[in-house]
Structures are given as C-alpha cells and as structure tokens.
C-alpha cells in the first residue's frame, strides 16, 4: 500500500530556551526530527513531507531524506494550517500518515500497527490513556465506542476534562478525505488557530468510521517542550538500547549508565563496563571487554581484546586479541593487527600496528606502519608533520626501538633493527643493524651546581 508521511516540525520551542529549533535537539545523538524521518524511511514511505518554519535554514543543512519534501509554513497558524502547507503535494488515492516532529521516539512498531488500523477503517488515530491528561486533547467517544472527536483541553467541558484517552497527534487517512476536511477548517477556538484535530468531528458527521492504535510505551509519544522533556526522552532512548544489548548478548555493569549514539552490533559475552559512550556504528566481536568511561566511535574490534579504563577509538579497526589502554587513544585509520598492543599514554593516527606489536607507554605513532612483533618504547615519537607536510614512517619486523626516541620522517627501520634509547633518527636503519644517534656523553669532574642568588 502507497502512503506519504506528513511530519509536523515548524514550531520554534521557545521553552527550549535555545537559538536551535525545537526538532534539531539531539536524541541519541541525532537530531529528533530526522530521527522519525528514519523511522518512516524504513517503512518504505513513498514520501516524507516535512512542514518547517522556524530556523528554515539550519533544518535544511542537518536534516536529509532520500524523498523528502520541503513544505514552509511561514506563519504558524495551528496544526491544521500546518498540514494545509503539504496538502497540494498529497494525491487523493494514497494514505496520509501525520506525525509530530517532537515525538522522536516513535517506534516503526508503532507506526506499523497505526497502519494496520487503517486498512479496516476510514481514520486512524494514535491513542494513549494517562493518568493526568492536563492540556492534553481528549478522545470522545460515542455509545458504541467509536471516536466521534477530539476535543482540546482549553476548549473541553468540564465532563470531557474528566476523559484520560488523550490524542497524541499522530493520525492516518485518505488524501482525498484529508484536503477535502482542511479546506473547512475553522479558527473560530480559544487559540484562534486551525486544529487538525477538527477533521475528526467531520469524518465522524460523513459517518467515517474511525478507530484508535496505541504504542507499547507512553514515552513513544512524548513530545519536548523543554529540556527537562529532553532529558526524560534520552534516558528511555538508552534504557531501551541497554535492553537491547544485553539481549544480544552484552553484560552491562550497569545499564543505567551507557549511553549508545548509533548502531552497535555485539557478540557473545561482551562485557561494557560503566560511562561507557558508543557512537556511530560500533562492531563488537565475542569476549570483548570494555572498561569503565571510554568512548568507541565507527570501529570494529575484534574477538577476545581487551579495552582498558579511559580509552578512545574512533574509526578504528582492531583485530582479534589485542590489548588497549588504559588511557589510549585510537584515532582515524588506525589498525591494530592479531595480538598487538598498546598500553597507557598511547596514541595511534593513521598507522598500522603489526601483529604481535606493542607500544606499551608514553608513545605516539602517527603516518606510520609497525611491522609484527616490533616493539616501541616509551617516549617514542613518529615526527610525522614538519609543519607543512606529513611524512611515513616505516618500521620492521621484530624491530626495537629504544625509549625516547624520535623517528623524523620519512625514514625508514628495517628488520630486526635496532634504535637506542634517545636517538634521533633522520635516515634509514638497515635490517638487523643498531642504530645510535645522540650526543657522545661527557661527564665533568667537581662540577659546581649554581648557586641562589640574594
């Protein structure tokens, strides 16, 4: 079945006390409003009509669609004014869904279901029961139980205040039905403004029938009104991805404390300590452990490696058997092959670590490639940058090279060489050869040490 996605996302949120629209406030570390243009492209929508307003232009450069239609509505006059801006894109055979733009942890279940509503009925609605409805608009019913109309709260009577059925502006119908009830909307309310809600009355006075979908979870269809909703709407966001993980096979130290801002895949028995942060999309292989605050962004890391205390991968890939950290640092275009490792104060920028390598402490390795089972002493540093251009690095297999050492590129280290502690390097060091470049020692005999003056 054909349907377009009407999402309603013109509001300022003035309580948000912020300069960014409303719909641009991150949830899971993505905006709220693209997060349900996900959800609906998943649904294979043939359209997604997005109703703007307020902050046009900042919208346009962090939200995309791959069917997404552009509908401003300059001044907001109400829901149904709103809805009235994408009427001339609806054609009158296919279903309108109707969403709001604030509600952005609407699940594809839930949608799904409001659509199955639909194909036995003429209106869909998406319906909640709270225990306080204040402000809400109530869902009235008649004798029979069908929805006859909705009802908002600064319009409703006193007996209609006492209804706990409450809309969450979430709808489906006809295209046809749909423009035909927005051309007769009226603003004649306490608003002054055109409620979209008012279609329902109509389609009920045309004898449609009209029948209610619910979600899983009232959070589903929470809006945002201020940061402390934001706030509500992000911890639900992570308890539900904790539940997620751990049903895929993850122990979680505690699930109250992680926070996932992507796609996570886990296998089995992976362990993820506290304050742990997994951004973009993050591969998690069999018996991985995580300690406690680190943060991984768009990497893999294979089975059985170990990631110690404060660590940070980001766009990494890291083989089966490794171990990382604590306090270190993985950043773009890293690889760490089978069984290598890098320990506390180890940064890593677009190299390759061997497999068996190590560069335990104090180290940074950057445009360079380590060949197996070589081992880096602390202190060490790839000059990679001479302030215009970088260079490479190459370092052999089973190479040594000793603490504190700065290997200026481009050079070169071959085969089971080795470098001393201290050295320079600016050349090529030759497969098994010993490499020493520093200042000869002299030590100086009844040496007088300086002296404070007065």
């Known amino acids: ?29 993505v905006p709220m409003v693209q997060r349900i243009i996900h959800t609906v492209e998943q649904m294979q929508a043939s359209a997604v009509h997005l109703v703007y307003g307020h902050g046009g232009e900042l919208l346009q450069q962090q939200v995309h669609g791959d069917n997404l239609n552009w509908c401003l509505q300059a001044e907001q006059l109400g829901t149904g004014h709103a809805v009235q801006q994408a009427a001339d894109a609806i054609t009158d055979d296919e279903d309108v869904l109707i969403l709001v733009g604030d509600a952005p942890l609407i699940r594809q279940q839930t949608l799904e279901r409001l659509v199955a509503v639909k194909q036995h009925c003429d209106l869909a609605l998406l319906t909640v029961n709270l225990d306080d409805p204040t402000g809400m608009g109530r869902i009235v019913r008649a004798q029979d139980n069908n929805i006859t109309a909705i009802v908002e709260h600064k319009d409703a009577t006193e007996a209609q205040r006492e209804i706990t059925e409450i809309n969450t502006g979430m709808m489906m119908m006809n295209g046809a039905d749909l423009k035909r ?38 959070v589903e269809t929470e809006g945002v009104n201020n940061r402390i909703h934001l706030a509500k709407l992000e911890r639900a966001l992570q308890r539900w991805n904790a539940e997620e993980l751990m049903t895929a096979g993850a122990t979680l130290a505690d699930p109250a404390r992680i926070d996932v801002r992507g796609k996570v895949t886990t296998g089995n028995d992976v362990f993820i300590d506290i304050n742990c942060v997994l951004e973009g999309e993050v591969i998690l292989g069999d018996n991985v452990s995580i300690g406690p605050n680190c943060v991984l962004k768009d990497c893999r890391i294979g089975d059985n490696t170990v990631i110690e205390a404060h660590t940070l991968i980001e766009q990494a890939q890291v083989a ?35 497999e068996g390598a190590k560069a335990n402490h104090l180290t940074y390795l950057g445009d360079a490639e380590v060949g197996a089972r070589a081992n880096i002493g602390a202190g060490t540093i790839t000059c990679n940058y001479d302030g215009v251009n970088k260079s490479k690095t190459l370092i052999g297999e089973n190479a040594f090279i000793g603490s504190n050492t700065a290997l ?3 050079v070169e280290i071959g085969q089971g060489a080795t470098v001393g502690a201290g050295s320079v390097v600016t050349n090529k060091v030759e497969d098994s050869a010993l490499a020493i470049a520093r200042a000869k020692q002299r030590n100086i005999d009844n040496w007088k040490r300086p002296t404070k003056k007065s």
């Open 320 to 354: 089966e058997s490794c171990s990382i950290g604590p306090f270190a640092r993985l950043r773009p275009d890293s690889v760490m092959q089978k069984g290598s490792k890098v320990g506390n104060f180890v940064e890593m920028k677009k190299t390759t670590l061997g």
């Open 408 to 410: 200026v590129a481009p």
């Open 1 to 29: 079945m054909s349907f377009s996605v009407v999402v309603l996302a013109a509001g300022k949120g003035t309580r948000m006390k912020s300069a960014l629209p409303k719909v641009l406030h991150k949830v899971g570390g």
């Open 181 to 218: 009830w927005l051309e007769a909307l009226s603003n004649d309310n306490a608003q002054g403004e055109y409620y979209l809600t008012d279609v329902i009355a109509m389609a009920a006075a045309e004898g449609k029938v009209i029948q209610a979908a619910h979600p899983d979870e009232v």
